[in-house]
């Protein structure tokens, strides 16, 4: 079974960067569909990024476009989503998340059937 586990979050002010981490144990992720979601109180968790398969083609969302890149590390089974100009709008807590093996789509909660614990990330202004 594998598990995840986040890190990296933090509180900054906004215009800074962070990176996070996902730590996969258990399998290798390096073929799998690996995403990050955010959670702002109040709101539905929603779709940050995506990397997919051994290309590692990406996809993140359009409120992020430009600022927010998602990378793996294959050698370390760890997945990062490095975050620049940080918006007080990114507040929220960032949950890794694996993919269904039979996902063809990437982009909703019930498309990943494995989460990690979460991490908060904090932006002020």
């Known amino acids: 079974q594998v598990q995840l586990v986040e890190s990296g979050?933090?509180?900054?002010?906004?215009?800074?960067?962070l990176r996070l981490a996902c730590a996969a144990s258990g399998r290798s992720i390096s073929s799998s569909g690996m995403g990050w979601f955010r959670q702002a109180p109040g709101?539905?968790?929603e779709f940050v990024a995506v990397i997919v398969g051994s290309l590692g083609y990406t996809s993140?969302?359009?409120?992020?476009k430009g600022r927010f890149t998602i990378s793996r590390d294959n050698a370390k089974n760890t997945v990062y989503l490095?975050?620049?100009s940080l918006e007080r709008e990114d507040t929220a807590v960032y949950y890794c998340a694996l993919a269904r093996t039979s996902s063809t789509s990437y982009y909703r909660r019930g498309d990943y059937d494995t989460w990690g614990q979460g991490t908060q990330v904090t932006v002020s202004s």
């Open 82 to 84: 490095q975050m620049n």
């Open 43 to 45: 709101k539905e968790r």
């Open 9 to 17: 979050g933090g509180l900054v002010q906004a215009g800074a960067s």
């Open 60 to 64: 993140v969302a359009d409120s992020v």
